[in-house]
């Protein structure tokens, strides 16, 4: 398939990107060139297999929850860079 110069341009102003002649005739022929490697694929027969969303099984690996002992409210006011009556000392968010 071979791109022409005004859907290069026509790409171009969808991105909002500046290109000149020049970039024009290269991109128009880089884009040709990639879309001819896809065309490769209409050749290959799918048709024995089954349609995906991902060509590897995916499955979730979560480790099991477990109780365990937190810090103490004194070993985390420790930990802080600042405090202030009992309270860790953040910088204002919104003034």
């Given at each position: 398939?071979?791109i022409s110069k005004e859907q290069v341009q026509h790409l171009a102003k969808l991105a909002r990107i500046e290109i000149t002649d020049s970039e024009v005739r290269i991109l128009a022929?880089?884009?040709?060139?990639?879309?001819?490697?896809?065309?490769?694929?209409?050749?290959?027969?799918?048709?024995?297999?089954?349609?995906?969303?991902?060509?590897?099984?995916?499955?979730?690996?979560?480790?099991?929850?477990?109780?365990?002992?937190?810090?103490?409210?004194?070993?985390?006011?420790?930990?802080?860079?600042?405090?202030?009556?009992?309270?860790?000392?953040?910088?204002?968010?919104?003034?």
């Amino acid at each position: 398939m071979t791109i022409s110069k005004e859907q290069v341009q026509h790409l171009a102003k969808l991105a909002r990107i500046e290109i000149t002649d020049s970039e024009v005739r290269i991109l128009a022929s880089q884009l040709s060139d990639i879309l001819e490697h896809f065309e490769a694929l209409e050749d290959v027969d799918t048709k024995d297999i089954a349609p995906t969303a991902h060509p590897a099984p995916l499955r979730n690996i979560m480790r099991t929850d477990e109780v365990e002992d937190s810090l103490s409210k004194e070993d985390v006011l420790q930990l802080a860079p600042e405090t202030e009556d009992g309270l860790i000392r953040v910088r204002a968010v919104l003034e």
